[in-house]
C-alpha cells in the first residue's frame, strides 16, 4: 500500500502481492513481472539514497524477487462435497470463535460460488447496486472498467440479505480486507485439508465451470458464460473453458447426418 515501507518490504510480501495480481486481479504475467520490475529498480535505488538527518541508506540491501507462478488453464474446480465441507468448517469456526468475521466469511464463499465474482469486486460492491434477482458491478470495480449485471441465485440473494438484516452498512462485505480474508481462508484449508490449489480465485472458476458442465438438460453456451464473467474477449473464455465443451461438437454428427441423408 501507499503507507508501506520500504524497509517493510521483504520477499513474503512481494510474493503475496504477485499472487493476488495473479489469482484475484487475474493479471497477465507479462504485467507482473513489469511491475515486479519496477519494485526491483526503486527498490535498487533506496539502497543508494541516503536519510537527510541520518546520513544512513534507507535500505543496506533488497529483498529477493518472487517467481511469477503460471497457472494450468484446467485449474481446480470445487466439487460439491469440497464445497459443504468448506462452509462445514466455518460454520465450526464460526461456533468456536464466534465475531462477525467467520459469518461474513461462509456467505462471501457462497455469493462468489454463485456468482464468478472475482474478490476484490465483491468486496467493493455497494448494497445499492443489488437488486432482486441481479447485481452490477460498476466499471470503477472491474477489471476492464465496464459495468456487468450478473444474475442472483436464491441462496446469493439470501445471504446477502442475511448480512444487510445482521450488519447494515454500505458494502456487505467491504469489512473483511484481503489480507483478512486470506488468513480466513487459510484456516479453513488447514481444517478441510486436501485444498492445495485451491484459492478464493478458484470460486471463479468453478462458477463457470459449472455452468458450462450443466446439470440434467440445463448448461450454458460459452459465448453466455463470456457475458456472466465479464470476459471482454471471448477468446480469454475460450482459452480456458472450450475443452469443457466438448459434447457440443456431437450435434454435428446429427447435422451432417441430416444434411447428407
Known amino acids: 500500500g501507499a503507507d508501506t515501507l520500504v524497509t517493510d518490504i521483504n520477499y513474503t510480501m512481494l510474493e503475496n502481492l504477485t499472487i493476488q495480481w495473479r489469482d484475484e486481479q487475474e493479471l497477465k504475467p507479462a504485467t507482473i513481472r513489469k511491475r515486479i520490475h519496477v519494485i526491483s529498480r526503486v527498490l535498487r535505488q533506496c539502497t543508494k539514497w541516503t536519510d537527510p538527518d541520518t546520513g544512513l541508506h534507507y535500505l543496506t540491501g533488497c529483498p529477493a524477487m518472487p517467481s511469477i507462478i503460471v497457472r494450468n488453464f484446467k485449474d481446480h474446480v470445487v466439487s460439491i462435497e469440497e464445497e459443504r465441507a468448506i ?3 466455518i460454520d ?12 461474513i466469511m461462509r456467505r462471501l464463499v457462497i455469493f462468489l460460488l454463485d456468482t464468478g465474482a472475482r474478490l476484490g469486486e465483491t468486496r467493493l460492491m455497494p ?33 446477502l440479505q442475511d448480512i444487510h438484516d445482521m450488519f ?16 480466513l481462508f487459510s484456516k479453513i484449508k488447514d481444517d478441510v485439508g486436501n485444498l492445495d490449489g485451491v484459492t478464493m ?3 471463479r472458476h468453478t462458477t463457470a465451470t ?6 440434467g438438460n440445463q448448461k450454458m453456451k460459452l459465448e453466455r458464460v463470456a457475458l456472466w464473467l465479464g470476459h471482454q474477449d471471448i477468446s480469454i473464455t475460450t482459452k480456458r473453458y472450450a475443452h469443457l465443451c466438448v459434447d457440443d461438437l456431437h450435434e454435428g454428427v446429427g447435422i451432417l447426418k441430416a444434411v447428407t441423408g
Open 127 to 159: 448494497f445499492s447496486e443489488v437488486k432482486v434477482n441481479y447485481v452490477t458491478f460498476t466499471g470503477d470495480t472491474t477489471k476492464n472498467y465496464l459495468d456487468r449485471e450478473v444474475p442472483l441465485s436464491d441462496r446469493a440473494s439470501k445471504v
Open 92 to 103: 465450526a469456526r464460526h461456533q468456536a470463535e464466534r465475531g462477525s468475521d467467520w459469518f
Open 210 to 215: 459449472r455452468l458450462l458442465k450443466g446439470a
Open 87 to 89: 462452509l462445514e468448517a
Open 201 to 203: 480465485h478458484t470460486f
Open 168 to 183: 447494515g452498512g454500505e458494502t456487505p462485505f467491504g469489512s473483511l480486507h484481503p489480507a483478512k480474508i486470506w488468513r
